[in-house]
């Protein structure tokens, strides 16, 4: 049995070079609640209002 209330979800989507503007609205209602959002520094800058933690990756990966 987890020992999590509830299951953790990991998602990852992808951005093109419109940015935020590339995703569907499911998308960005996900992102902006996301627990944790993890990306490089520019993605994260198209979403300022996430409330939770931003964790930017800064090695090429």
């Known amino acids: 049995m ?3 209330a509830t299951p953790s979800r ?3 989507i992808g951005l093109s070079a419109a ?3 590339s995703l569907p ?3 960005l209602t ?6 944790l959002l993890a990306g490089g520094p520019r993605g994260l800058s198209y979403f300022p209002s996430v409330i939770g933690e ?3 990756i800064e090695a090429d990966i």
């Open 2 to 4: 987890s020992r999590l």
């Open 10 to 12: 990991i998602l990852i």
């Open 19 to 21: 940015g935020a503007a």
């Open 25 to 27: 609205a499911h998308l």
């Open 30 to 35: 996900r992102i902006e609640t996301a627990a």
């Open 54 to 56: 931003q964790c930017p």
